[in-house]
Protein backbone atom coordinates (compact mmCIF):
# COMPACT_ATOMS: atom_id res chain seq x y z
CA UNK A 1 0.00 0.00 0.00
CA UNK A 2 0.98 3.84 -1.05
CA UNK A 3 2.08 6.00 1.94
CA UNK A 4 2.96 9.54 2.10
CA UNK A 5 5.52 11.91 4.42
CA UNK A 6 5.44 14.87 5.55
CA UNK A 7 8.59 15.61 7.21
CA UNK A 8 8.04 19.23 8.64
CA UNK A 9 5.03 19.34 10.93
CA UNK A 10 4.60 22.49 11.74
CA UNK A 11 6.75 25.74 9.86
CA UNK A 12 6.88 29.25 11.56
CA UNK A 13 7.72 32.08 9.02
CA UNK A 14 7.86 35.65 8.47
CA UNK A 15 5.84 37.49 5.72
CA UNK A 16 8.05 37.55 2.44
CA UNK A 17 10.16 34.62 3.37
CA UNK A 18 10.16 31.48 1.14
CA UNK A 19 8.39 28.50 1.42
CA UNK A 20 9.79 24.40 0.95
CA UNK A 21 7.25 21.94 2.47
CA UNK A 22 8.73 18.90 1.66
CA UNK A 23 6.47 15.40 0.56
CA UNK A 24 7.41 11.98 -0.51
CA UNK A 25 5.51 8.67 -1.22
CA UNK A 26 6.36 5.39 -1.19
CA UNK A 27 4.63 3.42 -4.67
CA UNK A 28 6.43 2.02 -7.61
CA UNK A 29 3.66 2.41 -9.85
CA UNK A 30 2.28 5.61 -11.74
CA UNK A 31 0.89 7.56 -9.48
CA UNK A 32 -1.06 11.53 -8.71
CA UNK A 33 -0.19 13.61 -6.68
CA UNK A 34 -2.05 16.37 -5.01
CA UNK A 35 -1.24 19.48 -2.35
CA UNK A 36 -4.49 20.36 -0.55
CA UNK A 37 -5.06 23.44 1.47
CA UNK A 38 -7.06 24.12 4.73
CA UNK A 39 -7.27 27.61 5.76
CA UNK A 40 -8.70 28.21 9.56
CA UNK A 41 -11.82 26.96 9.79
CA UNK A 42 -12.36 26.06 6.13
CA UNK A 43 -12.85 23.14 4.24
CA UNK A 44 -9.95 21.34 2.48
CA UNK A 45 -9.28 23.07 -0.99
CA UNK A 46 -6.98 22.15 -3.96
CA UNK A 47 -4.10 23.96 -4.38
CA UNK A 48 -2.35 21.57 -7.50
CA UNK A 49 -2.59 18.17 -8.77
CA UNK A 50 -0.07 16.71 -10.61
CA UNK A 51 -0.62 13.49 -12.80
CA UNK A 52 1.33 13.76 -16.32
CA UNK A 53 3.72 16.22 -18.58
CA UNK A 54 5.82 18.79 -16.96
CA UNK A 55 6.91 17.73 -13.02
CA UNK A 56 6.69 21.76 -12.76
CA UNK A 57 3.26 22.33 -11.53
CA UNK A 58 1.89 25.82 -10.81
CA UNK A 59 -1.17 26.15 -9.03
CA UNK A 60 -3.40 28.71 -7.39
CA UNK A 61 -2.07 31.34 -4.91
CA UNK A 62 1.33 31.58 -6.55
CA UNK A 63 2.02 27.87 -5.16
CA UNK A 64 3.96 25.37 -7.32
CA UNK A 65 5.23 21.91 -6.77
CA UNK A 66 8.04 19.34 -8.42
CA UNK A 67 7.62 16.18 -9.24
CA UNK A 68 11.02 13.99 -8.71
CA UNK A 69 10.74 11.08 -9.64
CA UNK A 70 13.91 9.72 -8.57
CA UNK A 71 13.84 10.72 -5.49
CA UNK A 72 9.89 10.15 -5.17
CA UNK A 73 8.59 13.57 -3.78
CA UNK A 74 6.32 16.19 -4.33
CA UNK A 75 7.68 19.25 -2.61
CA UNK A 76 5.59 22.27 -2.19
CA UNK A 77 6.97 26.08 -2.84
CA UNK A 78 6.12 29.64 -2.78
CA UNK A 79 8.53 32.54 -3.33
CA UNK A 80 7.25 34.75 -0.90
CA UNK A 81 4.73 33.67 1.43
CA UNK A 82 1.95 36.14 2.98
CA UNK A 83 -0.02 36.14 6.52
CA UNK A 84 -2.87 34.96 4.40
CA UNK A 85 -0.92 31.41 3.83
CA UNK A 86 -1.36 30.61 7.61
CA UNK A 87 -3.18 27.15 7.32
CA UNK A 88 -2.53 23.44 7.08
CA UNK A 89 -1.57 21.49 4.04
CA UNK A 90 -1.77 18.18 2.90
CA UNK A 91 0.27 16.22 0.07
CA UNK A 92 -1.61 13.17 -0.92
CA UNK A 93 -1.42 10.39 -3.90
CA UNK A 94 -3.65 8.01 -5.60
CA UNK A 95 -2.52 5.18 -7.79
CA UNK A 96 -5.47 4.97 -10.48
CA UNK A 97 -7.92 4.16 -7.91
CA UNK A 98 -9.37 7.03 -6.44
CA UNK A 99 -8.48 6.77 -2.86
CA UNK A 100 -6.60 9.76 -1.69
CA UNK A 101 -3.82 8.73 0.78
CA UNK A 102 -3.05 11.62 2.82
CA UNK A 103 -0.17 12.76 4.58
CA UNK A 104 0.09 14.05 7.89
CA UNK A 105 0.05 17.88 7.27
CA UNK A 106 1.97 20.38 7.78
CA UNK A 107 0.88 23.55 9.77
CA UNK A 108 2.04 26.81 8.34
CA UNK A 109 2.17 29.63 10.62
CA UNK A 110 3.28 32.87 8.71
CA UNK A 111 4.15 36.28 11.35
CA UNK A 112 3.32 39.41 10.26
CA UNK B 1 -19.42 28.27 -6.94
CA UNK B 2 -20.63 24.82 -6.11
CA UNK B 3 -19.57 23.26 -2.98
CA UNK B 4 -20.23 19.90 -0.96
CA UNK B 5 -22.33 20.50 2.08
CA UNK B 6 -22.33 18.65 4.94
CA UNK B 7 -25.13 18.21 8.10
CA UNK B 8 -24.61 18.44 11.01
CA UNK B 9 -21.12 20.39 11.83
CA UNK B 10 -20.69 18.25 15.20
CA UNK B 11 -23.01 15.40 16.43
CA UNK B 12 -22.80 13.87 19.76
CA UNK B 13 -23.94 10.72 20.53
CA UNK B 14 -23.38 7.33 22.94
CA UNK B 15 -21.37 4.68 22.62
CA UNK B 16 -23.89 2.01 21.06
CA UNK B 17 -25.85 4.39 19.04
CA UNK B 18 -26.73 4.69 15.70
CA UNK B 19 -25.70 7.84 13.86
CA UNK B 20 -26.01 9.19 9.69
CA UNK B 21 -23.74 11.67 8.43
CA UNK B 22 -25.63 13.32 5.47
CA UNK B 23 -23.77 14.98 2.41
CA UNK B 24 -24.71 17.06 -0.13
CA UNK B 25 -22.34 16.60 -3.44
CA UNK B 26 -22.05 18.62 -6.11
CA UNK B 27 -24.75 18.45 -8.62
CA UNK B 28 -22.64 16.89 -11.48
CA UNK B 29 -20.59 14.86 -9.90
CA UNK B 30 -20.46 11.24 -10.27
CA UNK B 31 -18.30 9.80 -7.54
CA UNK B 32 -18.52 10.31 -3.98
CA UNK B 33 -16.14 9.84 -0.48
CA UNK B 34 -16.15 9.34 3.14
CA UNK B 35 -13.07 9.93 5.12
CA UNK B 36 -11.98 10.69 8.35
CA UNK B 37 -9.60 12.36 10.84
CA UNK B 38 -9.12 11.35 14.22
CA UNK B 39 -7.97 14.30 16.29
CA UNK B 40 -3.97 14.44 15.82
CA UNK B 41 -3.96 11.57 13.14
CA UNK B 42 -3.63 11.61 8.88
CA UNK B 43 -7.06 12.05 6.94
CA UNK B 44 -8.23 8.80 6.11
CA UNK B 45 -9.81 7.13 3.25
CA UNK B 46 -12.58 5.05 4.15
CA UNK B 47 -15.06 4.25 1.17
CA UNK B 48 -16.16 5.44 -2.52
CA UNK B 49 -19.48 5.71 -4.05
CA UNK B 50 -20.42 5.29 -8.19
CA UNK B 51 -23.61 4.20 -9.89
CA UNK B 52 -25.05 3.35 -6.93
CA UNK B 53 -22.64 1.34 -5.59
CA UNK B 54 -19.40 1.12 -3.19
CA UNK B 55 -16.16 1.19 -5.60
CA UNK B 56 -13.44 0.50 -3.13
CA UNK B 57 -13.53 0.52 0.81
CA UNK B 58 -10.53 0.64 2.66
CA UNK B 59 -10.21 -2.01 6.18
CA UNK B 60 -11.64 0.70 8.08
CA UNK B 61 -15.03 0.54 6.85
CA UNK B 62 -16.30 -2.43 8.21
CA UNK B 63 -19.91 -4.04 8.89
CA UNK B 64 -20.71 -1.38 10.75
CA UNK B 65 -20.56 1.48 8.05
CA UNK B 66 -22.76 1.89 5.40
CA UNK B 67 -23.28 3.87 2.98
CA UNK B 68 -26.14 5.20 0.65
CA UNK B 69 -27.74 7.88 -1.84
CA UNK B 70 -31.26 7.77 -0.82
CA UNK B 71 -32.28 10.36 -3.32
CA UNK B 72 -30.79 12.66 -5.96
CA UNK B 73 -29.00 14.30 -3.82
CA UNK B 74 -28.12 13.15 -0.36
CA UNK B 75 -25.02 10.88 0.30
CA UNK B 76 -25.18 9.39 3.93
CA UNK B 77 -22.44 7.58 6.01
CA UNK B 78 -24.39 5.30 8.43
CA UNK B 79 -22.48 3.65 11.59
CA UNK B 80 -24.71 1.35 13.63
CA UNK B 81 -23.57 1.00 16.96
CA UNK B 82 -20.99 3.58 17.20
CA UNK B 83 -17.56 3.33 20.00
CA UNK B 84 -15.60 5.58 21.73
CA UNK B 85 -12.70 5.40 18.64
CA UNK B 86 -15.00 6.08 15.97
CA UNK B 87 -15.32 10.06 17.15
CA UNK B 88 -13.10 11.76 14.62
CA UNK B 89 -13.72 14.72 11.66
CA UNK B 90 -15.64 12.97 8.78
CA UNK B 91 -15.33 14.47 5.24
CA UNK B 92 -17.48 13.90 2.60
CA UNK B 93 -16.36 14.55 -1.19
CA UNK B 94 -17.53 14.27 -4.74
CA UNK B 95 -15.63 14.56 -7.93
CA UNK B 96 -16.75 14.23 -11.53
CA UNK B 97 -15.47 11.24 -13.60
CA UNK B 98 -12.18 11.23 -15.25
CA UNK B 99 -10.70 7.84 -16.10
CA UNK B 100 -7.35 8.16 -14.60
CA UNK B 101 -8.90 8.84 -11.16
CA UNK B 102 -6.86 12.41 -11.60
CA UNK B 103 -9.89 14.75 -11.16
CA UNK B 104 -10.16 16.62 -7.97
CA UNK B 105 -11.85 15.85 -5.03
CA UNK B 106 -13.98 18.77 -3.40
CA UNK B 107 -14.69 18.06 0.16
CA UNK B 108 -16.90 19.48 2.33
CA UNK B 109 -16.88 21.34 5.79
CA UNK B 110 -17.04 18.15 7.63
CA UNK B 111 -18.84 16.75 10.35
CA UNK B 112 -17.33 16.33 13.85
CA UNK B 113 -18.50 12.98 15.54
CA UNK B 114 -18.45 12.55 19.35
CA UNK B 115 -18.90 9.35 20.78
CA UNK B 116 -19.34 9.45 25.03
Known amino acids: AQSVSQHNHHVILSEAASLELGCNYSYGGTVNLFWYVQYPGQHLQLLLK??????LVKGIKGFEAEFIKSKFSFNLRKPSVQWSDTAEYFC??????????FGSGTRLQVQP | EPEVTQTPSHQVTQMGQEVILRCVPI?????FYWYRQILGQKVEFLVS????????KSEIFDDQFSVERPDGSNFTLKIRSTKLEDSAMYFC??????????????FGPGTRLTVT
Open chain 1, 50 to 55: YFSGDP
Open chain 1, 92 to 101: AVNTGRRALT
Open chain 2, 93 to 106: ASSVRDRRGSDEQY
Open chain 2, 49 to 56: FYNNEISE
Open chain 2, 27 to 31: SNHLY
